[in-house]
């Protein structure tokens, strides 16, 4: 006698069933990415709704760079690769200057209010603005075998614990090149006391130059 075939009688092949619960899970997730970037959303756009009605503070006192354009060699060597950079150099030495990369738009606005938003960020401008100008500074220094006076630089922007890899590694260079391992040690143990970006970086190359000592 033949038995009547019906949808449960049949074989489900093992691929299908997990194809299945591939896409449901999927779909779990995607829901569940959704939620919560819905969320974030929501949560960014209240920070944004307090930052935006955060009363104007006074920054007058915040911890701004003392950059001191006397400490530099300008006009010492008149060339117009040196100039370019001079004329950038003693225009900044006249604003005001000021590192906020650790802070988002939104955290700035709600510190400080939204009306001066607009200054801390030209302030924060002027400081990468800063950190490229005096690497590019001394950089063209060693073009014209100005060793000397691009150390310097250099010496001078680390004083200023400017976040920039490059100033670092530059001088290690120069360091390295007139065998003083030592103060490549020195600019070492300097780095290791923050965990920032810009100082991971930095190491990373300045130990090459003590494993090459080695």
């Given amino acids: 006698m033949n038995l009547p075939i019906t949808f449960t009688s049949l074989p489900v092949p093992y691929f299908f069933i997990a194809f299945v619960i591939f896409i449901a899970v999927l779909a779990h997730r995607r829901r569940r990415q959704t939620r919560s970037q819905q969320k974030a959303n929501e949560n960014f ?33 008149p060339h ?30 709600r510190m400080y209010g939204p009306a001066n938003f607009k200054t801390l960020s030209a302030c924060d401008d002027c400081y990468q603005i800063l950190c490229e100008a005096l690497h590019t500074y001394a950089e063209r220094q060693l073009a014209l075998d100005r060793t000397e006076a691009a150390a310097a630089i250099l010496e001078y922007a680390v004083s200023l614990n400017l976040e920039y890899s490059n100033i670092y590694v530059l001088l290690a260079e120069i360091y390295d090149k007139q065998s003083e391992p030592e103060k490549i040690r020195r600019l070492i143990e300097l780095l290791s006391g923050t965990d920032k970006k810009y100082a991971a970086a930095a190491l990373k190359k300045l130990e090459t130059f003590c494993v090459n000592e080695a």
């Fill in 45 to 77: 756009l209240e920070q944004e709704r307090i930052a935006n009605s955060t009363r104007k503070q006074d920054i007058s006192d915040l911890d701004y760079l003392h950059f001191d354009i006397d400490a530099l060699p300008i006009n010492e060597y």
């Fill in 80 to 109: 117009e690769s040196l100039t370019s950079c001079e004329i950038v150099l003693v225009e900044l030495s006249m604003r005001k200057i000021i590192n906020l990369s650790d802070y988002t738009n939104t955290q700035l606005k």
